[in-house]
């Protein structure tokens, strides 16, 4: 019954080197991904032609997908819109494959297999997701509808946003950088963003092994001694949080050390509506939003 | 060569009577099935997953309590370096701690320094794919042998001095989509484990090992087969690919000879389109026969399930005066309250917000409402597909008479994704997103007097966790929170008495053991196992 396919890992006290050497590999085996291991990315997706793949795929997407990039691929609250035409980490099958395989290191998007939740995909599971993704793609994006230029100007001036925001190292720090948004978020949903801050907040921090992330949420806060925060919650736990106010001033406090402490899910960002912020201007920001996002 | 021999002899000599000395005062006698029935005299060892056979989880310690609680300080911290979910419980036997970690990590270690004496790791096959994290929840331990369950659906004998195996069992084909990932139980000489893998279309069940030879004595189908009670509450071939997955430790009670164990989904878990009927035993509570897998009586919770809730929560056995009890709260968030002696239903009572049911049949069992199925466009239910709790152990403490279980309050939009089966290919037949109402999910620890099935005290969570619960006679229940901390508990009032911020969400359920007259807590939390004690 003694396998000799598992063989047990030497035992350290009796062979140190080769020990360190096996936990070495299994490290490094680790790294790299013991799922992925196996699953090497050809150039072309095998089924390309095949209506029937496209089907399958879309039950995969249903099913490891969509929960962040919505039921029909056009974005979620924390996914992108994947019908775009353009990718922003590459258009050939080989990218795409890669990226669904291996994941966006640093981002949401998770390796395969390492959801820590679902059911990995096989190679031929991938390539089927990818067969759907092809069949729900635009041919080619609109090109933007608004100016991008001027709603530049909008963000920096009139509207305010860059005292609030940032894109590529420039503006303020108490709303989420937007710099990737336009890449990473579908276009109802920024609109959304701006319609009706409150209806979703953006999601800050998130921890590797947490479910959910920490949510932008707004707190109002006053101290033992009288003085008095408002700003946007940046983390929290039971016993402790950690704020910035609206002055960008980071506060790091212990909750049961508090005179008040009060959060609200009322977004800190103003609601643009027609009046401040008409339909042609939302477009145009929206339009440089894209723009940003596609560099 | 022959001087160092010379030396080494002479030093050996030497010591001998000290070591012997030293060893006097902790004697390592050989775990014997009796010791594992009264684990109850020796509660300076943890000898099994629940800490007991009745499944409490509670310490008999006090020595940590809630007058010193506050002091608490880490003793020592061991690092498997792993990534993914660190689920085990250690076992502690008169000074050595024996754990699991991810990827079928095992080691064993000076209880009281956290130094490794051995450390085994398996060479899993590249194209093993176990659902929800390549995890371990822990080993069962007899004679001079612990046991563990692979991600590759075997079950392992490594001897509990060096770490060599003694025999590998192949409980069945992992390319199929089994594997195993709870911690054995030991009941008699023989060791018990049940299979995962209700993600693929599989067919549960749960077998007995000889602790010996590693020959299987018996396998128990969790999905009755032609010709068996049962097996019309499948449609049609459904039955074969059905689930019913058995993937949390079982608990045994002496005084009947029974063993309960409780099983999962079936598949696929979201569409219940093409196996109507009841699904038995999915999402059941079995009482078998430990010396022959006889099926005695089953309760099954969730008939016809389509929101996974599995039923794989410690059955805690309690009595009370001439009651014998089963508690368990349940994953689809009713509390029930079950005679072990004939499977019978007491009562059940909702323990977080549950939408699924809104009635009860003739003998208070909940039944699920018709238009709480899930649909293509997608149908928000309560609990959500992670469950009201899950497979994180609760605990009831005898001196407070309470249940501390792990609640979480999600609700989740269940949407079909119709699947084929094609095995070892994954079956969930679904998706689902949370919902996307503006209130954030949360999470608690909830004391439920078992006696009315009612809240006592809870303890909020920022977001849901995957902590479990340990209960000690110290007065004390620690638990663990998504946001990393590890938390004191006052049993009696939920207080919060100490705690300390480990640096990653907890997955696992804490235990308790001594070690020269000295209490220690112990948790494991991100890719180190942390022990906690008094100054």
């Known amino acids: 019954m003694h396998s000799a396919k598992n063989p047990r890992l030497p035992d350290p006290l009796k062979q140190p080197p080769v020990w360190a050497a096996t936990c070495f590999t299994c490290t490094l085996l680790l790294m790299m991904g013991l799922f992925t291991a196996s699953l090497k990315a050809q150039d072309k997706n095998p089924f390309s032609a095949d209506p029937k793949a496209a089907k399958l795929g879309e039950s995969q997407f249903r099913a490891n997908c969509a929960f962040c990039h919505g039921l029909g691929a056009r974005g979620g609250g924390r996914g992108p819109d994947l ?29 395969n297999g390492a959801t820590q939740q679902g059911v990995g995909m096989t190679e031929e599971e991938i390539w089927q997701v990818i067969s759907y993704i092809r069949s729900v793609e635009r041919k080619a994006d609109a090109t933007a509808i608004g100016n991008a230029a001027h709603g530049k100007e909008i963000f920096n001036g009139t509207a305010g946003c860059s005292t609030c925001h940032m894109i590529q190292g420039k503006g303020g720090r108490i709303g989420p950088d937007l710099s990737a948004t336009g890449a990473t978020r579908s276009t109802d949903y920024i609109v959304e963003s701006l319609r009706s801050p409150s209806r979703r907040l953006a999601q800050g921090i998130s921890e590797a092994m947490k479910e959910f992330s920490q949510e932008y949420e707004t707190v109002k806060v006053e101290t033992a001694d009288g003085q008095k925060f408002m700003g946007v919650v940046l983390n929290e736990d039971h016993f402790t949080f950690q704020m910035m106010d609206t002055r960008e001033q980071i506060h790091l406090f212990e909750k049961d050390k508090l005179r008040s402490f009060e ?9 643009y509506d027609q009046k401040t912020l008409s339909d042609k201007d939302l477009q145009d920001v929206v339009a440089y939003l894209l723009a940003v996002g596609a560099q | 060569m022959k001087s160092a021999f010379m030396k080494t002899g002479m030093r050996l000599a030497l010591m001998a009577p000290l070591v012997l000395c030293g060893r006097l005062s902790n004697a390592r006698a050989q775990v014997t099935p009796q010791r594992l029935l009264d684990s109850a005299k020796e509660p300076q060892n943890w000898l099994m997953y629940s800490g007991d056979y009745a499944g409490r989880r509670f310490s008999a310690l006090d020595q940590i309590n809630a007058s010193n609680a506050a002091m608490l300080v880490p003793k020592w911290a061991y690092q498997t370096m792993a990534g993914g979910k660190f689920e085990t419980t250690p076992l502690v036997v008169d000074g050595i701690l024996y754990g699991t970690g991810q990827d079928n990590r095992a080691f064993a270690l000076d209880a009281r320094a956290g130094r490794p004496i051995w450390q085994y790791q398996r060479a899993l096959a590249a194209d093993i794919r176990p659902c929800c994290g390549r995890v371990n929840r822990g080993m069962a331990i007899l004679g001079d042998k612990v046991f563990l369950g692979t991600l ?15 025999w590998d069992a192949t409980a069945v084909d992992y390319r199929k989509g089994y594997s195993i990932t709870l911690a054995p139980l030991v009941i008699k000489n023989l060791v018990l484990v049940g299979v995962s ?16 030879t590693g020959e299987r004595k018996w396998r128990f189908y969790t999905i009755p087969g032609p010709g068996e009670p049962g097996h019309d509450s499948w449609e049609g071939d459904s039955w074969k690919i059905g689930g019913a997955p058995a993937w949390i430790t079982g608990t045994y009670d002496l005084a009947t000879n029974t063993t309960f164990w409780t099983t999962g989904n079936p598949s696929p878990s979201n569409r219940g389109e093409g196996r109507s009927g009841d699904n038995l035993y999915s999402d059941s509570l079995l009482a078998l026969d430990p010396d022959t897998g006889k099926l005695k009586w089953y309760f099954q919770f969730s008939k016809h399930d389509e929101h996974d809730y599995d039923a794989t929560q410690v059955p805690v056995m309690v009595d009370q005066g001439d009651r014998h009890l089963i508690l368990q709260a349940n994953r689809n968030g009713f509390f029930y309250v079950i005679d072990r002696t004939n499977g019978k239903l007491e009562f059940a009572n909702p323990f977080a917000k549950v939408t699924w049911s809104d009635s009860k049949d003739t003998s ?14 997608g149908n928000r239910v309560c609990p959500g597909a992670a469950g009201a709790t899950n497979w994180m152990s609760p605990a009831y403490d005898p001196q407070t008479q309470l249940f501390y279980v792990t609640a979480r309050e999600q609700c989740d939009v269940f949407s079909t994704a119709p699947q084929p089966y094609e095995a070892g290919h994954a079956y969930y037949g679904s998706a689902y997103f949370p919902n996307d109402d503006a209130v954030p999910f949360t999470g608690a620890l909830r004391a439920i007097d078992p006696n009315t099935g009612k809240l006592k005290w809870e303890w909020r969570h920022p977001s849901p966790t995957w902590s479990g ?19 004191a508990l006052e049993a009696a ?26 209490q220690y807590v112990a948790v494991a939390v991100g890719s180190t196992l942390f022990t906690f004690g008094l100054p």
């Open chain 2, 152 to 166: 590759d659906a075997h079950v392992l004998a490594l001897d509990a001095k060096t770490g060599s195996v003694v």
């Open chain 2, 469 to 487: 619960v340990l209960s000690t006679a110290g007065g004390l229940v620690f638990t663990g929170d998504a946001e990393g901390n590890f938390i």
């Open chain 1, 263 to 271: 959060k609200s899910r009322e977004s800190l960002m103003p609601v």
């Open chain 2, 364 to 377: 208070g069992v909940p039944i699920a409402r018709k238009d709480a199925s899930p649909t293509l466009e």
């Open chain 1, 83 to 111: 019908t775009r035409a353009r990718k922003r980490r590459g258009n050939s099958d080989a990218d795409l494959f890669r990226t669904i395989n291996e994941g966006v290191p640093g981002t949401a998007m998770p390796q």
């Open chain 2, 197 to 212: 893998g209700g993600e693929y279309g599989i067919r549960g069940f749960i077998d007995a090992y000889h602790a010996a």
């Open chain 2, 493 to 518: 009032s939920g207080k919060a008495l100490w705690h300390f911020q480990c640096g990653a969400s907890v997955y696992s359920s804490p235990m308790s053991f001594a070690i020269d007259g000295k």
